[in-house]
T-cell receptor
């Protein structure tokens, strides 16, 4: 079974530029998550999708971050414009459960550096 | 509020020895799930082990086992016969249906020394 795929693996941009990350979850997983992980900290949930609907986006900075999950499969996370404090690893995870988190399976992450 | 506490920011162990990582949590829920995740320097988060609160038997996965004490709200991870590849950050996480998301501890950095 293929795991969660993410791209790109690394991205360096200047502040005020835009960036987009892509995630392909494990086949058949209805729930998809985007996390932000700053160095030395645990993951912070940005947004949770169930199929193509948003379940929780309470910690997503909506003035600059947006996410979508078209057709309930792939997802993209966008930052526009980026700030220095957005430098982090962005993790995508998916879960087979349709009603909640249970165990989550993570992709390799995208390391974003904003200069 | 539901919280997860990992009181050991850093730990080290000699190769082939046993180490125990601590985790406590706070909740008023009766049905929930607990997880240990491992994040090696490559940064990919990997599920190590899970425990359902309604199960009295402690979960075991090869060299990894947990000591789940529901009354004490404690969920420690024991790694037996430590290997160099066990060097990683270990996160304890809690899930209950009411908030529908994982609550994460701050992590314990484990170094396995040759």
């Amino acid at each position: 079974e293929a795991g969660v795929a993410q791209s790109p693996r690394y991205k360096i941009i200047e502040k005020r530029q835009s960036v987009a990350f892509w995630c392909n979850p494990i086949s058949g997983h209805a729930t998809l998550y985007w996390y932000q992980q700053i160095l030395g900290q645990g993951p912070k949930l940005l947004i949770q999708f169930q199929n193509n609907g948003v379940v929780d986006d309470s910690q997503l900075p909506k003035d600059r971050f947006s996410a979508e999950r078209l057709k309930g499969v792939d997802s993209t996370l966008k930052i526009q414009p980026a700030k220095l404090e957005d430098s982090a690893v962005y993790l995508c995870a998916s879960s087979p459960q349709t009603s909640g988190a249970y165990e989550q399976y993570f992709g390799p992450g995208t390391r974003l550096t904003v200069t | 509020a539901q919280t997860v506490t990992q009181s050991q920011p850093e730990m080290s162990v000699q190769e082939a020895e046993t180490v125990t990582l601590s985790c406590t949590y706070d909740t008023s829920e009766n049905n929930y799930y607990l997880f240990w995740y491992k994040q090696p320097p490559s940064r990919q988060m990997i599920l190590v082990i899970r425990q359902e609160a309604y199960k009295q038997q402690n979960a075991t996965e090869n060299r990894f086992s947990v000591n789940f004490q529901k009354a004490a709200k404690s969920f420690s991870l024991k790694i037996s016969d430590s290997q160099l590849g066990d060097t990683a950050m270990y996160f304890c996480a809690f899930y209950a249906g009411n908030n529908r998301k994982l609550i994460w501890g701050l992590g314990t950095s484990l170094a396995v020394n040759p």
